[in-house]
């Protein structure tokens, strides 16, 4: 599941705890994701799935559900 | 095998050397001048000779007392590592006539490839890309404003015996070309003793990407992947990468194919790195091919798992590449961060990082004085990751690690450097620096009012 | 039994795994045993020239150089250094007279020794006038750049 990649990839970059991560939670507001973080998350999801996020997809990013949904559209 | 291996360098490349002979049970001896008698390669090779003052002309560039010395020593070859005498077609001539084995390709490859003009005629005969730029030598100033109107504005004028940004100046239009022309032409006789000049198509802020060959004297030629070394600052590289975030897999296979065709077409044997210029469409371009081993080369040993100063040696000494082009795998990222002092001194106190995944390459020790004589690199930090993310991550850990003191280095622009935007997100090129340096140098000054 | 004998016992010995032999051979009694703190014996050690920090506050070693410690020359004798890499000769031939002695008065410019180098001969002369105090650099080996040659008092 999309979800639980996700959960594994952030959990890893982030470091902020499994229990915090849920479709909905905002990267800002809930996990505390600032813009280096951010930046280094679109580049471990890039490397996971070894796509490339253009740069205004990657500013679309901004809570976990945004990501799934990305990842599930745009990865075979 | 080689029994006794002549050193003809200093710094941490001398140290790479030495230890690699060390490991393969060969004696070494290595050549100094007065300024580095308290240096590790000293102290740490079987024997170590003096051979001249501190001045390099009459140290590390005097071929007869080089050669002598390698004579005197019983030494079967000489090793140049990279700069001095590394790609000195002179110096390969002796080295062959006084049957000393030089540790790289034959003195005709080193003249043919080293003099950038004929090394373009031999590409573009096999196909291979170049720039568009000026057939022969220009003689004169007109005939370059002839020649850069047909290829179009921007030009880049370059000294045809050039190398590391010297003999080099740009012009954007016909203007500024009569002044760019002599002033390069007059930096080129000066630094070295050569001024034929030609020019090619200026592409502005080009990735710097390099790929690395190893080829032995039996036709086996095997490419080793790229490496990405578009961070520098005035020609001077101050971090390299590879892989190159800018490349995918089949460019990297297309380049590293063509990069074996041109060490091919030179006949070239050796430990090799064909450099390329590419545009932000990933055109790319053949711009000289380094006819050395290089300061980045840790990296790709870091994606391949290949010693690349034992294969030299191993080649040198006539035997079979060991390596087939299918054994060569890239894996994981790598990235090394030169370190360079800015200020000569005395280094009170060093400690150097360790831990997983990182390499450290340096001559420094507690006590040991940077001399001003010779060029400012202290030492090369080398990271690898599992991806490039890890690899930057692991850099920012071991560059904490890191304290030289006594002498002032660029340790944390380079530290800062690895938080900055343009860095994490790769495919930076060649305008890195110009981009990016002065945002770096804010947070520097920012920190230390801080701090 | 000769000495090569014992020695080749005694390499035998050293490599089997056998901890104790006694010998009885024409005349010759012979015990061997190998020490209790390791069964193995110890590969050659090579002396490895360690790179380690404190390697800096050594003697800088130049076991093939000339094995004359550069001694440096007190303040009234005057240092004749090698101006280059080469052969030291204190003669212009083989079965020549060297150029100085010990004790013996030299002018400033007259020639106190030859090096070679490329094969070309390069003569060392003397910077000032004054008596040879000692020739430390030995007939015939290699010298350094800026050994100390010949000094004078």
Redesign the interface.
């Given at each position: 599941m999309t979800f639980d990649k996700v959960k594994e990839i952030i959990i890893e970059t982030i470091n902020c705890d499994e229990a915090q991560i849920t479709m909905d939670a905002d990267l800002k507001e809930d996990l505390g994701v600032d813009s280096l973080d951010s930046m280094e998350l679109v580049m471990a999801l890039e490397e996971a799935y070894g796509i490339t996020i253009e740069e205004e997809a990657a500013t679309g990013l901004t809570s976990v559900k945004s990501i799934v949904e990305y990842i599930d559209s745009h990865v075979a | 095998m080689f029994k006794r291996i002549l050193i003809a360098n200093r710094g941490e490349i001398a140290v790479r050397i030495i230890r690699c002979c060390r490991e393969m049970d060969i004696e070494t001896v290595v050549v100094y001048s007065t300024a580095d008698a308290k240096s590790l390669p000293v102290m740490t090779a079987n024997y170590a000779v003096c051979i001249g003052p501190a001045k390099a002309k009459d140290s590390y560039l005097n071929q007869d007392a080089i050669i002598e010395t390698a004579l005197l020593m019983h030494c079967d070859a000489i090793h140049p590592g990279y700069g001095f005498l590394s790609e000195n077609a002179d110096f390969a001539r002796k080295c062959e006539e006084n049957n000393i084995c030089f540790i790289g390709p034959s003195s005709e490859i080193i003249s043919k490839m080293g003099d950038k003009q004929s090394a373009r005629k031999l590409m573009i005969e096999n196909g291979i890309p170049v720039v568009p730029g000026s057939k022969g030598i220009i003689g004169s100033a007109e005939e370059a404003a002839q020649i850069a109107a047909e290829i179009g504005y921007p030009v880049l004028l370059k000294a045809s015996a050039g190398g590391g940004g010297k003999g080099m100046r740009k012009a954007f239009n016909e203007q500024e070309l009569a002044g760019a022309f002599e002033t390069a032409k007059a930096e080129a006789k000066a630094a070295f003793g050569n001024d034929d000049m030609y020019m090619e198509k200026l592409i502005i802020n080009p990735h710097h990407i390099e790929v690395q060959i190893l080829a032995d004297t039996k036709g086996n030629t095997i490419y080793l992947g790229e490496r990405d070394c578009s961070i520098q600052r005035n020609n001077q590289k101050l971090l390299e990468e590879a892989p190159s975030s800018f490349l995918n897999d089949e460019l990297r296979e297309e380049m590293g194919k063509v990069a074996v065709k041109a060490a091919k077409a030179a006949g070239y044997y050796s430990a090799g790195t064909v450099e390329f210029v590419m545009d932000d469409e990933g055109h790319y371009y053949f711009i000289e091919m380094n006819t050395r081993i290089q300061v980045e080369h840790p990296v790709t040993e870091a994606i391949t798992g290949v010693d690349l100063i034992r294969e030299q040696i191993r080649i040198a000494v006539g035997m079979k590449l060991g390596y087939e082009q299918e054994d060569i795998s890239i894996a994981n990222h790598a990235i090394e961060c030169r370190i360079n002092a800015k200020t000569p001194g005395i280094v009170s106190f060093v400690h150097f990082p360790g831990g997983y995944g990182v390499r450290v390459e340096s001559h420094l020790f507690a006590g040991y004085e940077v001399s001003p004589y010779y060029d400012s690199m202290l030492g090369k930090i080398i990271v690898k990751g599992r991806t490039r993310l890890e690899a930057i991550r692991r850099l920012r850990r071991a560059l904490e690690e890191l304290v030289i003191e006594g002498v002032e280095t660029n340790l944390e622009f380079m530290h800062l450097l690895t938080y900055h935007p343009a860095f994490i997100k790769g495919n930076y090129n060649t305008g890195f620096w110009e981009e990016n340096n002065e945002t770096i140098r804010k947070w520097l000054e920012e920190g230390t009012n801080e701090a | 039994m000769e000495l090569k004998d014992i020695y080749e016992l005694f390499d035998r010995f050293e490599s089997s795994s056998c901890r104790k032999m006694e010998l009885d051979m024409n005349g010759a009694h012979l015990c061997l045993e190998k020490g209790e703190y390791n069964g193995g014996t110890v590969a050659t050690s090579v002396p490895?020239?360690p790179?380690s920090?404190e390697?800096?506050?050594?003697e800088?070693q130049?076991?093939?150089?000339p094995a004359a410690t550069v001694t440096e020359a007190s303040e009234e004798t005057i240092a004749v250094r090698a101006p280059?890499?080469?052969?030291f000769y204190r003669a212009a031939g083989p079965n020549e007279e060297p150029f100085v002695k010990e004790g013996q008065k030299v002018h400033k410019g007259d020639v106190v020794g030859i090096i070679e180098?490329?094969k070309l001969m390069n003569e060392v002369t003397a910077p000032q006038d004054g008596i040879v105090d000692s020739i430390p650099a030995e007939d015939g080996k290699?010298v350094?750049?800026?050994?100390i040659l010949i000094t004078l008092k």
């Open positions: - | - | 490895v020239r790179a920090m390697a800096a506050a050594k800088i130049n076991v093939a150089a280059l890499v080469g052969t180098a490329m290699m350094e750049y800026n050994q």
